[in-house]
């Protein structure tokens, strides 16, 4: 069994555990002697990791690129070269049209991290050129 | 060897159920139900999660007309083949600590098959009998709430009542005391 | 947070406001668990009888929606009673008369009406914040944020903090807990209308150079004012300013208020964008759905509501074709002709946070190896971190001090009439976490606590409308109706019912509000008005529920198993 490193992906208190891995399926996970945790977990900190595995007990896993050809159509799977192609001729043309302001994007306050979150306010800032990027840290 | 139980310390009890989810992690093994032995309750001032006490002349045991649940070195235990469903023990049991649950209890969870139940299923607190480290609650707890009181434990919180209540004598000694 | 979590045990009084951390951060409940043994006071003030109010030396039941008349007659007190740190307003704030102007209005005695608290116990718990020793800690959570006088509330909270000196010293001031584990992060690194990371002001022409120049674009690129809010999305697709949106890692079908209007308006997008790990309830809406790695199959540093910075590494592999978050972003970049490329997290952090963010120079991945961390400010590379802020009174405004300021109360938006008597107020699930598609699809919490949720009703409440514990009822209000699960509960006061946010079909969000506030626009989610009642046929009732919800399940597990149809052509367009 492997043990990895990580910080709680639910609430704000940032707990310190270890994630168990067994063939690459995370089995479990243990409290680490974090500043603010001390070794201790709550359910979610100590029942929490499954969701990654696909469980698919409330909703699935995304595996791979979709897209909705026309409004009211059906999504249906295409390559990354596809979706982001289309992403980034739909985001330029509505840039052309309508200016940089009618593009509004997040940032995300969950699992993915800082890092991702400065990549998004810059992609938004510099690339899309409005400041129209917030997060939820409102509800 | 004498009698165990876990019980809860209500001012450390923060309701967050956490012992809940230690407890069905624990149980959630193939052959088992994953369902929680103990139960969080809340009143206007407590908040406890309540299970089995393993009562030295427990009336679940009394009560089970096939010997499903018994006596083992000082802990309830459970002969989950010989249930056949009766709910005597439910009845019971004065702490709501015993619970029966029948097939049509554990569904599916999305498309995730859970550990089949058996026909019928006592659940109850079975102390985590084979788990090292003793029960998954009160190691989960993350106040340190969740007390396993054993003999040696009840003897000391008697014998520290009693010398409390000794040094009370004092108030009415005939002659006085230095 | 002026203070750290750990340090919350060494204070004298611990004053929570508005804030249930038994629900939403039980690892910090367990420190004000440790500050009362250690014999810290303990004060709460809640509508409801929440865990901590159970050990609290003065609970406080204060009415839904009187926080600033409740405020402004603690901080009256503060005054009157000569309990004002005189050296410290004197020397480290602004604007005491005219604070004063307004709170001198407000006394225990005659806001009692509005508060609904004792003259009395809230003199008595004055005293005991503004005295405590060595220091007193104000925590607030959603309680205070998402009412309509929010602002207004943290202000007065932070005069309140500063005029009785219990700021500027070592685990005191001020602890808005921050709920989601990395608000506060996404919030750092300027995910935000109106900030670069760090907190650095996009209205400011020499920070716009900086970036500018950073990332290689003429300063004319970047806009110079203040973007918009996403709680006013709605609003702005509605009046056809916003076309396109791109929505990451969030779920606002599920999280944000007034729902059934929300849905109605992003089927109106030109381009609709939506990049997660799961099929949510949001992400089957969009024109475009990106496949992004769960946190476990990514590294990346997260912050703790008390800022501090905390890296967590990669445990498995991704799945699918699932790329991270920010190699979409920078793939996508270049397609509209913008280089923004990086190796690795560790380059983006060092390049795009540190280097650009003064605070959190000395924030490296090697000092957060392992169980270390970085608490920011953190300048530079041999800083130890910065648990407690204003130490000394010295504050981040121009002049170094405090600006006292205080506001008059106003009614919540919408009272209570005779059509909708009762208020809603929407709260946590300790199981559960946000929008649900995590923990929902962990099997032990799933077990836990499921569909439909609590609606949790007073008993007296309960007797009126025939509705007995346990059963299914139907809650309704002027936007949409639900489901749930009527729980009685003597610990919540009459005339509010209480719903946690997590469920899809018992969804609280059906019923809530939309109307935000001028300032941070805000949802004013803990104040709505509803009605509920009794459903008479039980059986069909709860067979009607398991259809709802195997439906919900099939559709979104339908819409997400056309992923596994190959695409028939190659980057057709």
Not at chain 1, 53 to 60: A, S, V
Not at chain 3, 76 to 98: A, M, P, R, S, Y
Not at chain 3, 182 to 190: K, L, R, S
Not at chain 3, 368 to 379: D, F
């Amino acid at each position: 069994m492997e043990k990895h490193m990580a910080v709680c992906p639910y609430c704000g208190a940032g707990c310190k555990l270890n994630l168990l891995v067994e063939n690459d399926q995370i089995v479990g996970s243990e409290g680490l002697d974090g500043l603010t945790n001390q070794g201790e977990l709550c359910l979610k900190g100590m029942c929490g990791y499954d969701f990654v595995n696909d469980t698919k007990i409330l909703t699935p896993r995304l595996y791979h690129p979709m897209l909705r050809r026309e409004k009211g159509g059906k999504l249906e799977r295409v390559t990354w070269d596809e979706a982001l192609d289309f992403t980034a001729s739909k985001l330029m043309e509505i840039k052309e049209k309508y200016g940089p302001d009618a593009i509004m994007t997040t940032g995300s306050s969950r699992g993915t991290g800082n890092e991702s979150n400065l990549a998004m306010q810059r992609f938004t800032r510099a690339c899309l050129g409005t400041n129209n990027i917030d997060n939820c840290a409102r509800t | 060897m004498g009698s165990k139980f876990v019980v809860a310390d209500p001012g450390l009890c923060i309701g967050c159920q956490t012992c809940m989810a230690g407890c069905v992690l624990k149980h959630s093994v193939p052959g088992d139900v994953p369902r929680p032995r103990l139960n969080l309750i809340t009143t206007l001032s407590v908040s406890a999660p309540i299970v089995c006490h393993h009562c030295a002349d427990a009336p679940c045991a009394a009560a089970c007309p096939q010997g499903a649940l018994y006596q083992d070195e000082g802990r309830v235990a459970i002969r989950q083949e010989r249930c056949i469903g009766c709910r005597s023990c439910v009845l019971a049991c004065p702490y709501g600590a015993v619970e029966i649950v029948t097939e049509e209890g554990s569904a599916l969870l999305g498309g995730l098959r859970l550990a089949t139940t058996p026909r019928a299923a006592i659940i109850k607190c079975d102390l985590c009998v084979d788990r090292e480290g003793g029960p998954a609650c009160v190691a989960a707890c993350p106040t340190g709430g969740l007390l396993l009181v054993d003999e040696e434990e009840l003897e000391r919180r008697q014998r520290e009542k009693r010398r409390a209540a000794a040094e009370a004598h004092a108030s009415f000694s005939s002659v006085p005391l230095n | 947070m002026s203070c750290g979590v750990p340090g919350m045990e060494d204070a004298g009084c611990l004053f929570l406001f508005g804030y249930n951390p038994s629900a939403s951060h039980p690892i910090v409940s367990r420190r004000i668990v440790k500050a009362k043994e250690k014999g810290a006071k303990i004060i709460v003030a809640d509508p409801r009888v929440i865990e901590t109010a159970r050990i609290a030396d003065i609970y406080l039941p204060l009415k839904n929606g009187s926080n600033i008349a409740f405020l402004n007659a603690f901080a009256n007190v503060i005054v009157t009673e000569g309990l004002v740190d005189e050296e410290f307003v004197k020397e480290h704030t602004l604007g005491f008369d005219e604070w004063w102007d307004t709170i001198k209005e407000y006394t225990p005695e005659n806001t009692q009406e509005i508060t609904g608290v004792d003259p009395q116990l809230l003199r008595e718990a004055a005293r005991m914040y503004a005295t405590a020793e060595p220091s007193s800690i104000l925590c607030w959570g959603m309680g205070v944020c998402q009412h309509l006088q929010n602002v207004e509330a943290v202000h007065a909270c932070a005069a309140i903090a500063c005029v009785s000196g219990q700021i500027g010293k070592p685990n005191s001031g001020v602890a808005p807990v921050r709920g989601q584990n990395n608000v506060q992060g996404a919030c750092d690194m300027g995910a935000l209308p109106n900030y670069f990371p760090g907190y650095q002001k996009v209205t400011d022409p020499d920070i716009r150079q900086k970036f500018a120049d950073h990332w290689n674009v003429p300063v004319e690129a970047l806009s110079d004012h203040v973007g918009y809010k996403v709680s006013d999305l709605p609003k702005l697709i509605e009046e056809g300013k916003i076309r396109a949106f791109y929505n990451f890692g969030e779920d606002p079908v599920q999280t944000e208020p007034d729902v059934p209007h929300l849905t109605k308006m992003l089927e109106k997008l030109d381009l609709f964008v939506c990049q997660d790990i799961f099929m949510t309830q949001t992400a089957a809406m969009a024109d475009v759905v990106l496949p992004a790695t769960s946190w476990g199959e990514h590294e990346g540093v997260f912050t703790a509501c008390d800022r501090t910075f905390q890296y967590f590494s990669q445990a498995v592999p991704p799945k699918g074709e699932c790329k991270h978050d920010w190699q979409i972003f920078s793939e996508l970049a270049e397609r509209m002709g913008y280089d923004m490329h990086w190796e690795n997290a560790q380059q983006i952090w060092d390049e795009e946070c540190r280097a650009l963010w003064p605070a959190a120079y000395g924030a490296t991945y090697e000092k957060m190896a392992g169980t270390g961390h970085a608490q920011w400010p953190i300048p530079t590379l041999d800083h130890p971190g910065t648990p407690d802020l204003f130490l000394g009174g010295k504050f981040t405004t121009p002049e170094g001090k405090a600006h006292l300021v205080a506001h008059d109360y106003r009614d919540p938006t919408e009272m209570p009439d005779e059509e909708f008597p009762l208020i809603l107020c929407t709260v946590r699930e300790v199981g559960h976490y946000s929008c649900r598609s995590m923990t929902g699809n962990c099997k032990v919490l799933a077990l836990l606590a499921d569909e439909p949720g609590e609606l949790r009703i007073h008993p007296d409440d309960a007797k009126e409308r025939g509705i007995r514990d346990g059963e299914l009822v139907r809650a309704w209000s002027r936007r949409g109706e639900t489901m749930s699960r009527a729980v009685i509960d003597e610990r919540v006061n009459a005339g509010t019912v209480y719903m946690t946010y997590q469920w899809w079909i018992g969804k609280c969000n059906n019923l809530t509000l939309h109307h935000v506030d001028d300032r941070s626009r805000t949802p004013e989610d803990k104040f709505s008005a509803c009605q509920v009642e009794a459903l008479p046929d039980q059986k069909w009732a709860e067979r009607h529920l398991q259809e709802l919800y195997s439906q919900l399940k099939e559709d979104l597990a339908e819409t997400a198993a056309a992923q596994h149809v190959e695409p028939t052509c190659e980057g057709a367009e």
